[in-house]
Structure formats: structure tokens, C-alpha cells
């Protein structure tokens, strides 16, 4: 058993488990190809132990003997036929056909002795041959090189028994890679009866059947052959432990190559070439999001000569990412930076696009003369509502622009559904997941892929597991997407942490870096007081009274244009009480009847700033409810979100007749 040290398991520990395994394995293989031998010298001795018994009986004693025997032969015969693991003809009669033969040469060593010249010699030749064909039987088995109908490896034995208990008995599998913490094999499906999705189903059927833990079994389609899978089966248990940060994997080497991030449930490094991939992180609070992701894919990309990095954080400002501030080319707290510094992206993205062009690049390759960008976003929604309406569809554009130009932004936030992110952001993104407080947040929180295999899970991990993770994103293997992996641990405190990180950063500053003349321009500070004038003239840009006023505004709270009418002013004026909230079915039912009330008109195209008077019939003036249930009905196909507009599009009109409620 490995040991343990402040509640972390080493890598090293790992192997020496590993190697404790691997002997054990050799000592059972000599023990499988001994037992055949040892069983033909046991059926010697007995063959023998009933001659000697009988020779001093008489003729009719030998007589009823000889006919019992025959009979027990067949009995075992008939029994080893029915009880045999063998899932195929060639196995089942195999074993059936060697135990007649073992009780018939009995009967025939009783009467003549195992000495008897011509019965002596029949039998060492047949014996020897019989006990060789279960050797290698045996040795096919272990290498899985067996047609699948006599597979008998450890992954034919466990589907064999699992799947049969799990209401799939058709199904077989056989072993094609054995490592030290993992077995990966194929399982072959009833042909136009199964596929590998009726698979991923029964997979935590089949671990209960077996039984294994929780989440050993990973299955996935097979590319080649519909009536096939891929399997893998691992230890989740072996990730229960934090794991310590082992240092950076490739030290001053370039960006293309992978980051590694932690360890895989089969204990293999995480490793993920990043290049032309964004990143959308979702994870609950304490979950690990920040430190296992964020801190592990910067601390591994500053030690690449050919990186640079833009950062961002305008709620926890320096609590997360203050430590690596050496490494990062540039860091902002403050919104009138972020916004100054996003500007600058969308602005020398295309520049960097056509410098690439002229030198015969489709794309940023590592030595092509221009530093990678990794722009990180902590805390997404609130840097994402900051921005002004124009900012944020130059934000789209900088999404859509920046893989070809050589960058990956990373948006990292708790839940990244409709209300928080835009749809066109979350779809260009890999998908990192962390803990998460519910199914329904991990919805949007993995991929279709990984919640087709059924394997995925994070809102069981929650915030009790931080560091555990699924990775779904280019570069990963399809059979890894939903198998859990626990990122590196930086220290048994906080405290432990942040030294440890901040030694590291400093390692490797920015500063030491050689930049080309684009990232230098983002590196650059404005200073917050040109900041705010930028600021001040892109804001004023639709708004034809800027021109005129030149001072502050005395009163910021009240908004108004100059073409809206003057109220008259009463000596009394209290804001209006709000409505009570109605029932959720009648508030949803005010909304449906407002939709259809613009359908009615001709109108199919509405902003959330139109549903003002929603709000306020049904008594839900918080925005998040009114987001819900937009969701809801986007998710229903009902209407559908244009991040471009920043509106929503009815698309289903006739869902919106009759009985709005019942919608």
C-alpha cells in the first residue's frame, strides 16, 4: 500500500504499488499454466488409488463398479457443460469434452492399471496433450488474441458476469492493452440490435453487477464499427488524495507543445496542447476551478519562452491571481483597464492575422516570429456586463478572430448557462469542468459528448473533491473525455500555496521575455486617466448631448434624453409599491401572453429591457428570474438568443396559441 504524507499520495508511491501488482500478476500466470499439470498428476494418483483397491474384488463387484463410474463421467461431463464461464462453443465444449475424458480414463486405469504397456503409453501421450491444449488455452486468453467467442481474459470474465446482470447477456469483451492502473479492451454488441450508446447507459449497471466502484467503467464509440465499443476500466479511488505540483513539464520549450495539468483516473499525466483551442471553465465555489485550473495552466504556460499572458479578475481582483503577477505580461483589477486592454486585443488581432498572412502562414505555428496569447478571464460575467454593448460584440469578434491570430482565451466563471455567457462564446470553447452544485448546471458545464457517455458527473464531487476535473477539448482523447482527473496541489495551506506559487512565478518572469511589436503594444500601460477618457468618448458616441455638456453630472442616478417629455412635478412623489409576486404558472403564463400579444402584431424580435412591464404585473423584478425563464423557453425551442443583436428571436409562434400557461 502506498503511504501517505499530510494527506497526499507521491507518484512515486504510485509506482511502487504499481510494481507490487506486476509481480503478482507474474506469480498468478505461473500458477495458471501449473494447475493443468497439477490436476493430471492428481487424476494419475487417483486412477491408481482405485485399481489397487479393486484388483482383490470379484468379477461381479468390478462389473457394477465399472458401470457407476460411466455414470459419474457423464454426470460431471454434464455438469461442467452447463456451469462452464466459457461464453463460446469452442470453450464450453473444451472443458465439457476434458472432464469426460479425465473420468473415462479413470475407469480404464482402474481395470488395467496405469502400468499397462499399450493403456501406459495411450494414456502419458493423450495426457500430455490434453493438459498442453489448456496451456494454451490459457496463454491466448492473456494476451487476448482469442476469437471473441472464447474469451476468457479479467475484461471478458467481468462483462461476462456484469453485463449479463445488467440485462445485456449478448455482449462480449476481450483485453487489447494492459497497463499498470488501467485495462482497455473491446466489447463486441448483438449485431442490428445494440450500439454503443446502449452501452454507456448500463455502465454503472454493469459496475453494480460486478460489483466495481462508482465510475471504474469508461465506455465510447468505436470509429471503426458500429456493433463495437472501446472500454477502459480504472481505480477511481486512486484520485481520493490531493496530489503535489511536480514542477513544470517542459521547461523553456515552446507553447505548442502540451501543458500538463495533473493526473488522469489511470494515473497518466493530463497533457493538452492548447493551440487554437479557447476554454470555458465551470465550477462551483471552492470546487478547485481557480487554483486547479487557473493556476495550473499559467504556471505551466509561463515557463514557455514563445507566451505571452493577459489577465483579468474585477471580482476577487489580486486573491487568485496576485501570486503569478511576475509571470503575467499583464494583469488588471480594474474594469477601465480590462475594457483598455480588450480593446487592444480586438485591435491588433487582425494585424497580427495579416502579418502571419504575408509570411505564408495559415495559422500561428511555434518559430513563426509572434508570442502566443492566453488571455485569462476569471470571474466572466462581471467583466462581460461591464462592457459597453459595442465592447462586448468586439469581445464576439475577438473570440472568433484570435485562434487564427495565435491565442486561446480561457473565460472562467460558476455556471456558464444563457444569463452568464453567450451562446457564441461557450461554443467556441473546450470544455474544463470542476465541481458543480447540481445536474442541471453541468449541462452547461460538459460537452454533448462527455454527457452522452453517462459517465460524467461532476455535481457529485460538488465542492468536496477541489482539483477534480473533466477535460474535453482538442488534443484529448476521445476515450478520456469523461474520465475524471485531479489537477496538482500547491500546498496543505493557503498560506503554503501562495509562497510556493509566488517563488514559482518569479522564476519566470514576463519581463524577461522578448516580445514582437503587437504584444508589446497590450503590454503596455495607458494609465487610468487615459483609460477614462477613451472610456468617456467610445460611451458618448450615441449620445447626441455629449458634444454640448462639458461638466459632471450632478445627478448620475437620473437618466433621460433630450426628446423625452417633462413630467410635471408633484410636491409628493413616493415610488409606486411593488406588485405582489404571482404564482410561478401565472407569472410564466404573463410572460407567454406577452410574446404572443407581439406575435399578434407582427413583431418576432424583443430585448429583456422590453419585458419591463413583465416584471413588474408579476411581481419578479429580479433579473434572474426573468433569465430563467428565457432559458427555459430557448431550451424548449420556443425562441432563441442572437449574441449579435443582443436579442431574442420567437421562433416558434404556434407553442405561444391559445392557453399561454400551459405552454
Known sequence: MANRKGGQTTITEMQDTSMDRIMARGVSKVAVYASPWIVGVLILGLGSAFHFI??????????????????????????????????????????????????????????????????????????????????????????????????????????????????????????TKIGQHKVEGKVQLEQGQQVAEDLQKKVKYIESGVPLPPGSIIATLDPDDASQANVSVSDPRVLRNRIPWPGPSRPNGSIGEAIRLGLWQDLDPVEWTILGAHVVINGMTGSGKSIGGAWNFLAEAGTRYDVAIFAADTAKQDQTLGPLRPMLHRFETDIKQVRAMLRRLHEQAPKRTQWLAERGFQKWVPGCGL?????????????????????????????????????????????????????????????????????????????????????????????????????????????????????????????????????????????????????????????????????????????????????????????????????????????????????????????????????????????????????????????????????LLAEDGVIERDDIARCYRILRADLLAGDPAGV
Not at 86 to 93: C, E, K, Q, S, Y
Open 54 to 175: 479393486l484388483d482383490s474384488d470379484d468379477p461381479e463387484t468390478v462389473a457394477w463398479t465399472s458401470w457407476f463410474m460411466a455414470f459419474c463421467s457423464a454426470v460431471l461431463a454434464a455438469v461442467a457443460y452447463g456451469q462452464s464461464h466459457a461464453r463460446g462453443p469452442w470453450g464450453r465444449t473444451h472443458t465439457t469434452l476434458t472432464t469426460f475424458l479425465a473420468g473415462l480414463w479413470v475407469c480404464g486405469a482402474t481395470f488395467q492399471g496405469v502400468l499397462h504397456p499399450i493403456f501406459g503409453r495411450l494414456s502419458l501421450i493423450g495426457g500430455v496433450t490434453l493438459v498442453l491444449t489448456w496451456n494454451i488455452r490459457s496463454a491466448i486468453r492473456h494476451t487476448g488474441l482469442d476469437t471473441p467467442g472464447a474469451v476468457q481474459d479479467k475484461l471478458g470474465w467481468l462483462f461476462g458476469h456484469g453485463a449479463e446482470a445488467a440485462g445485456m447477456p449478448g455482449v462480449q469483451a476481450r483485453t
Open 371 to 631: 508570442a502566443y496569447w492566453i488571455v485569462w478571464l476569471e470571474e466572466f460575467p462581471k467583466i462581460f456586463d461591464a462592457l459597453p454593448s459595442k465592447e462586448q460584440d468586439k469581445f464576439l469578434e475577438l473570440v472568433k478572430e484570435l485562434r487564427s491570430a495565435g491565442g486561446t482565451i480561457a473565460m472562467s466563471l460558476q455556471r456558464s448557462d444563457y444569463s452568464q455567457m453567450p451562446t457564441l462564446a461557450r461554443g467556441q470553447g473546450a470544455k474544463w469542468c470542476f465541481g458543480l452544485e447540481s445536474a442541471k448546471d453541468a449541462k452547461f458545464g460538459l460537452s454533448e459528448a462527455q454527457q452522452e457517455t453517462g459517465a460524467a458527473r461532476p455535481e457529485l464531487w460538488a465542492n468536496k473533491r477541489a482539483g477534480m476535473s473533466y477535460l474535453d477539448a482538442p488534443s484529448i482523447p476521445e476515450e478520456r473525455i469523461a474520465m475524471p482527473n485531479r489537477t496538482w496541489d500547491w500546498g496543505e495551506s493557503d498560506q503554503e500555496a501562495n509562497a510556493r506559487m509566488r517563488r514559482h512565478a518569479e522564476s519566470w518572469p514576463a519581463a524577461a521575455k522578448e516580445v514582437d511589436e503587437f504584444t508589446a503594444i497590450i503590454c503596455a500601460n495607458y494609465g487610468p486617466d487615459a483609460v477614462g477618457d477613451e472610456d468617456r468618448e467610445e460611451d458618448d458616441e450615441d449620445d447626441p448631448m455629449a458634444e454640448h455638456v462639458k461638466t459632471e453630472d450632478p445627478s448620475p442616478d437620473i437618466e433621460a434624453n433630450a426628446d423625452d417629455p417633462i413630467e410635471p412635478l408633484n410636491k409628493a412623489k413616493f415610488p409606486p409599491r411593488p406588485a405582489p409576486k404571482m404564482p410561478p404558472e401565472q407569472a410564466r403564463g404573463v410572460l407567454l401572453e406577452q410574446l404572443a400579444a407581439w406575435v399578434r402584431a407582427g413583431r418576432e424580435e424583443f430585448a429583456t429591457r422590453d419585458l419591463k412591464e413583465v416584471k413588474e404585473r408579476t411581481g419578479y423584478s429580479s433579473r434572474g428570474w426573468l433569465n430563467d425563464q428565457l432559458t
